[in-house]
């Protein structure tokens, strides 16, 4: 049957009143499967700059804070927060093609929650990345709309033999994991190459394939969320305004202030919190 449909270019169908008219097809995906692979506007040489930057990243951080050490929080081979130690990240974070994805997914404001590299080193998978997990942690509830979605921007090919991404498809929508059954006839693994953003739900069950190659395989994961999601780094903190002049350029400032997690801080009192608006009607008064 799948055969005949694409031999005939057509779909199918019988005694179906209602279709969605799918005006983007990553967001149908993504809305009805939990994930999508979305393309990026990145030039081969730019993501391979990327992935240099993101390898001396983290040689900064394992001065800073030693491997062992890492080893104790699960946190080694993971590279928090990039943006943080190199502003060029910025540009993952409002990359064209994710941000407008982005926005048509929240619809409203979104926050960036974390951005962090990703190492997948082969026969090594001792890492909380190679367990089933939801990245948005210890959830088990769902919703009706997406709260938090996750892009990972593939540095390397994703596939079969580099460990892409495993995924349980629509696991979204059920608050239990499933029995082991199900997920070892049911996991389906990403196929995407480098400059491609997969797109998932946080509340997607997955974890990372195991790496056959000899190589090591690269990502930067980013999460957006609703505003009521905490970052748990400052992360507007880090930036002039020169350095984040570009953006505002072409988002405007309140929208880059909000990504960055700027508008939302919590006042320290009740009284800041209602000078900081009054300032700000009066701002928008003049
Ligand atoms: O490396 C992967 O394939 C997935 C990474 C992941 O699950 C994560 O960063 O939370
Ligand atoms: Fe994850």
């Known amino acids: 049957m799948k055969v005949f449909e694409e031999f005939a270019g057509e779909v199918i169908k019988h005694a179906i009143q209602e279709q969605e008219s799918s005006s983007s097809i990553y967001?149908?995906?993504?809305?009805?499967?939990?994930?999508?692979v979305l393309p990026s506007g990145f030039t081969e040489e730019q993501i391979n700059r990327l992935k240099d930057k993101v390898k001396l990243v983290y040689?900064?951080?394992?001065?800073?804070?030693?491997?062992?050490s890492l080893a104790l929080i699960g946190d080694e081979n993971v590279v928090r927060s990039l943006l943080e130690y190199d502003s060029t990240f910025l540009d993952l974070v409002f990359e064209a093609n994710l941000i407008n994805f982005?926005?048509?997914?929240?619809?409203?404001?979104?926050?960036?929650?974390?951005?962090?590299?990703?190492?997948?080193?082969?026969?090594?998978?001792?890492?909380?990345?190679?367990?089933?997990?939801?990245?948005?942690?210890?959830?088990?509830?769902?919703?009706?709309?997406?709260?938090?979605?996750n892009a990972l921007l593939c540095l390397d090919h994703f596939d079969e033999h580099t460990g892409g991404t495993e995924f349980l498809p629509n696991s979204h929508m059920f608050e239990k994991f499933p029995s082991n059954q199900f997920v070892i006839r049911n996991k389906t693994q990403v196929k995407a190459k480098p400059g491609d953003w997969i797109v998932m739900n946080s509340m997607l069950f997955h974890k990372t394939?195991?790496?056959?190659?000899?190589?090591p395989r690269f990502g930067i994961n980013?999460?957006?969320?609703?505003?009521?999601?905490?970052?748990?780094?400052?992360?507007g903190n880090h930036f002039t305004h020169n350095k984040l002049s570009k953006y505002i350029d072409s988002y405007g400032e309140d929208f880059v202030g909000a990504v960055l997690g700027e508008t939302w801080k919590s006042a320290d009192s009740a009284y800041d919190w209602r000078m900081n608006k009054i300032n700000k009607v009066l701002g928008s008064n003049k």
């Open 209 to 215: 394939g195991v790496n056959n190659t000899s190589n």
């Open 222 to 235: 980013q999460m957006f969320a609703v505003p009521f999601v905490n970052q748990y780094i400052s992360l």
């Open 27 to 36: 967001y149908e995906e993504l809305i009805r499967t939990g994930v999508t």
């Open 102 to 149: 982005v926005q048509e997914i929240f619809k409203g404001l979104f926050v960036l929650i974390y951005q962090n590299g990703v190492f997948n080193y082969p026969e090594q998978n001792k890492q909380e990345l190679y367990k089933w997990h939801r990245d948005l942690n210890y959830q088990h509830w769902v919703a009706s709309k997406p709260l938090a979605i």
């Open 59 to 68: 040689q900064k951080q394992i001065l800073e804070i030693d491997q062992e």
